[in-house]
């Protein structure tokens, strides 16, 4: 079966190309932004991401210590926590160090110094082993 499309004779194979380059386009403006991925060595840094957008970062860690990476002030925050942080460890022997992975969503036009500390959550009064900053803003 043969349709006529802007005065041209257009066969069904080349009809659903046509539509599925229309639907691709169409779906390809609309989708999520790519993630911004830290690393311990961009400590200080200053980003920017789009609201929606998410922020992941990776830092060394070893959660068999009973440290672990938290936001050091989630209260106004511009961004907010996406789901628990993930451990990889660097060896399958226990208690190996590994990575931390957090991710974050930009959800709050505005600017925050998104600072991680690392710390045991009982140690309340004591100063974090280390800490991780970096200046965020959204737009």
């Not at 200053?46 to 060394?60: A, H, R, S, Y």
Request: aromatic share 6%; proline share 5%; glycine share 10%.
């Amino acid at each position: 079966m043969r349709k006529k499309f802007a005065g041209q004779t257009i066969g069904k194979a080349a009809m659903a190309c046509l539509l599925m380059a229309v639907i691709l386009t169409a779906i390809g403006g609309c989708a999520a932004q790519t993630a911004l991925a830290l690393e311990a060595e961009d400590n200080g840094t200053e980003i920017t991401l789009q609201k929606g957008q998410v922020l992941v970062i990776t830092l060394p860690g070893n959660p068999s210590t009973g440290y672990s990476w938290v936001l050091a002030d989630p209260e106004g925050a511009i961004v907010r926590q996406v789901g628990e942080p993930e451990f990889k460890a660097d060896s399958e022997l226990v208690g190996a160090p590994g990575t931390m992975t957090l991710r974050f969503e930009a959800v709050e036009a505005g600017e925050m110094d998104l600072t991680l500390e690392y710390q045991r959550p009982w140690e309340t009064e004591v100063e974090p082993l280390e800490t991780f900053t970096a200046h965020v803003t959204v737009k």
